[in-house]
């Protein structure tokens, strides 16, 4: 009778480790999934933030932060197990690294991604001419010119040759022009 309930109770030992195998398997599947749309949400909205339904789904900075941190998960949990490995002897499968990367990305990721909406229910603030942290500062004041006078408004001339000419022979009243100067033979004559 005793070998009975030894086997009664190894079996349903065997039953609760598959549950749990079955239910640590389907979480693992679930957080990789949501932790794949979010990242291709996340590539979308590098540069801009993503808008639907009159809400922002996810900002820049929010972006930049949930691949950031699931980057960093996926090699602090590649190296831990590695360590493990080394200080305990573990052999770890050849199959069983890309669950680890995986995982740790994925988790890594949306842990930080639940803290941070935690802290910020209102999401990330985001300055759409910056989209790195916001840096105070005074910008240079840019130097004004002074305003330049009013060009004096356009004249037609008009060509009064009684008086420009007040008789036969003499020079005309012309200031600065070529007229009132002397040629002199010595330089050459240039031609526009």
């Known amino acids: 009778m005793s070998n009975n309930n030894d086997n009664g109770a190894a079996m349903g030992m065997a039953v ?8 640590a398997i389907f979480i693992y ?7 794949i749309a979010l990242t ?17 789904l996810c900002t820049p900075l929010e972006a930049r932060i949930f ?24 052999q770890i499968k050849e199959g069983w690294w890309f669950y680890i ?13 639940m803290n941070l909406a935690e802290q910020h229910p209102n999401g990330l603030p985001y300055d759409p001419h910056h989209s790195g942290p916001v ?12 305003p330049s006078p009013a060009p004096a408004p356009f004249q037609y001339a008009s060509w009064d040759d009684e008086q420009v000419m ?27």
């Open 101 to 113: 990367i995986t995982g740790g990305y994925s988790f890594v990721s949306l842990f930080v991604m």
């Open 135 to 146: 840096i105070e500062h005074d910008p240079a004041p840019v130097p004004q010119l002074p």
């Open 67 to 90: 691949i950031g941190s699931g980057m960093l998960g996926a090699v602090g949990v590649f190296l831990f197990a590695v360590l493990c490995t080394i200080l305990f002897e573990v």
């Open 40 to 56: 291709i949400l996340s590539i979308i909205a590098w540069q801009r933030p993503v808008r639907a339904f009159g809400k922002t």
């Open 16 to 23: 609760v480790v598959a549950i749990f195998g079955f239910m």
């Open 166 to 192: 007040e008789g036969p022979g003499s020079k005309p009243e012309c200031h600065g022009c070529w007229l009132n100067t002397v040629p002199d033979p010595n330089t050459p004559v240039f031609r526009r």
């Open 29 to 35: 599947a679930v957080a990789v999934f949501l932790a």
